[in-house]
T-cell receptor, first 114, second 113 residues
Framework: ETGVTQSPTHLIKTRGQQVTLRCSSQ?????VSWYQQALGQGPQFIFQ???????GRGNFPPRFSGLQFPNYSSELNVNALELDDSALYLC?????????????FGPGTRLLVL | AQSVTQLGSHVSVSEGALVLLRCNYS??????LFWYVQYPNQGLQLLLK??????LVKGINGFEAEFKKSETSFHLTKPSAHMSDAAEYFC???????????FGQGTTLQVKP
């Protein structure tokens, strides 16, 4: 167990809708990263939050946004859902102290867009 | 730019046989390297990591990996496969500039009885 939880576990939405996915980081971790894993692919970095500020972003459009809260929870919001957004969304928490950080992953939320 | 290539999308071994999953990386700076395992319908579990120091790294469940700078490789091995090892395995390099993990495409390990 990594101490990282995500909700919901599964979600079905229709194209054009909006979705919010939630993550609870490991206690004391100040950094959360979100990844999208399409079927049969490796995870792709969406963005990272450090102390409630966006700290890096991958090649994803602005309709993917996030929030990190002081209690180590975080959200991933996706607006105007597209069929290609169907994927497993993973959050990973870590403690950034300078240099290398180890990311611990939650179980993921599987999103299906119809 | 950093990247990871996993050679072989599917590997099949018999129970008790050697497991070898290949990973090559590209990095202009000393890399931090990771292996994660993903069981069906689950998230990623850290198997082992290389940061600095000893190039042979031991992880959980009997897995180990050796960092070879000259070959830009970080192959994952296990002397004797177990049925429970059947899963998807991902090699990743950490980008200290962006704080992100860059993953390979993954290798599916099948273990035959």
């Amino acid at each position: 167990e990594t101490g990282v939880t995500q909700s919901p576990t599964h979600l079905i939405k229709t194209r054009g809708q909006q979705v919010t996915l939630r993550c609870s980081s490991q206690s004391g971790h100040n950094t959360v990263s979100w990844y999208q894993q399409a079927l049969g692919q490796g995870p792709q970095f969406i963005f990272q939050y450090y102390r409630e500020e966006e700290n890096g972003r991958g090649n994803f459009p602005p309709r993917f946004s996030g929030l990190q809260f002081p209690n180590y929870s975080s959200e991933l919001n996706v607006n105007a859902l597209e069929l290609d957004d169907s994927a497993l969304y993973l959050c990973a928490s870590s403690l950034t102290t300078g240099g290398q950080e180890t990311q611990y992953f939650g179980p993921g939320t599987r999103l299906l867009v119809l | 730019a950093q990247s990871v290539t996993q050679l072989g999308s599917h590997v099949s071994v018999s129970e008790g046989a050697l497991v070898l999953l290949r990973c090559n990386y590209s990095s202009s700076v000393p890399p931090y390297l990771f292996w994660y395992v993903q069981y069906p319908n689950q998230g990623l579990q850290l198997l082992l990591k290389y940061t600095t120091g000893a190039t042979l790294v031991k992880g959980i469940n009997g897995f180990e990996a050796e960092f070879k700078k000259s070959e830009t490789s970080f192959h994952l091995t296990k002397p004797s496969a177990h049925m429970s090892d059947a899963a998807e395995y991902f090699c990743a390099v950490y980008s200290s500039n962006t704080g992100k993990l860059i993953f390979g495409q993954g290798t599916t390990l099948q273990v035959k009885p």
